[in-house]
Antibody
Framework: QMQLVESGGGVVQPGGSLRLSCAAS????????LHWVRQAPGKGLEWMTI????????DYAGSVKGRFTISRDNSKNTLYLQMNRLRVEDTGVYYCARDVSLTSSLTGRVRTYYFYGMDVWGQGTTVTVS | DIVLTQSPGTLSLSPGERATLSCRASESVSLDYLAWYQQSPGQAPRLLIYRTDRRATGIPDRFSGSGSVSGTDFTLTISRLEPEDFAVYYCQQLVSSPYTFGQGTKLEIK
């Protein structure tokens, strides 16, 4: 059974740091790109960041760029989100999710990744900045 | 950033009825990069549709997706509503980072 399990959430003061983990099981972790998505209390979904299956490419939403860092350890089947300089508006439930795509292309030495949607989600971990 | 605008904000229907949810993009997102999700209260989102019209694994065929050739107008249709379908639905584009979501459509029981 494919599964993602987040951990590391908690209460932190503004300006503080937190590291979230997302442990994967039931699928070949190294074949899939992975996202972090968050949801503020009573609000909609906000995409934050992605790391490609091979760890070579990362991308961030403007609201977290320069403060958050995504990384993965394919030997441990684990995804991470290092969150620094936390703000009150970072409060919410944080989900890790797997991208459904197994597609990329290589032209010369340039690899292009294709992302189509998130088909496996964790249960979420709550971060409160207060 | 690409803005996705979902309509209506709330849709009130009865079980057995047909639901039509709309998602409009501020610029073309191509038919390959539009996904739909369902989120029930207290639950993580669930992927319903990706690449505009491909059902995710385990999604019943009463859910279908479509899009315009222009790549700016997308529709999620639920042909016959079941009680478990009443939830919030989000569209998402994955053509251009940041991979934005729409604000959601709440489907409620009439």
């Amino acid at each position: 059974q494919m599964q993602l399990v987040e951990s590391g959430g908690g209460v932190v003061q503004p300006g503080g740091s937190l590291r979230l983990s997302c442990a994967a099981s039931g699928f070949t972790f190294s074949e899939y790109s992975l996202h972090w998505v968050r949801q503020a209390p009573g609000k909609g979904l906000e995409w934050m960041t992605i790391v490609s299956f091979d760890g070579d490419t990362e991308d961030y939403a403007g609201s977290v760029k320069g403060r958050f860092t995504i990384s993965r350890d394919n030997s441990k089947n684990t995804l991470y989100l290092q969150m620094n300089r936390l703000r009150v508006e970072d409060t919410g439930v944080y989900y890790c999710a797997r991208d459904v795509s197994l597609t990329s292309s290589l032209t010369g030495r340039v690899r292009t990744y294709y992302f189509y949607g998130m088909d496996v989600w964790g249960q979420g971990t709550t971060v409160t900045v207060s | 950033d690409i803005v996705l605008t979902q309509s209506p904000g709330t849709l009130s229907l009865s079980p057995g009825e047909r639901a039509t949810l709309s998602c409009r993009a501020s610029e073309s997102v191509s038919l390959d990069y539009l996904a739909w999700y369902q989120q029930s209260p207290g639950q993580a989102p669930r992927l319903l549709i990706y690449r505009t019209d491909r059902r995710a694994t385990g999604i019943p065929d009463r859910f279908s997706g479509s899009g315009s050739v222009s790549g700016t107008d997308f529709t999620l249709t639920i042909s016959r509503l079941e009680p478990e379908d009443f939830a919030v639905y989000y569209c998402q584009q994955l053509v251009s980072s940041p991979y934005t979501f729409g604000q959601g459509t709440k489907l409620e029981i009439k």
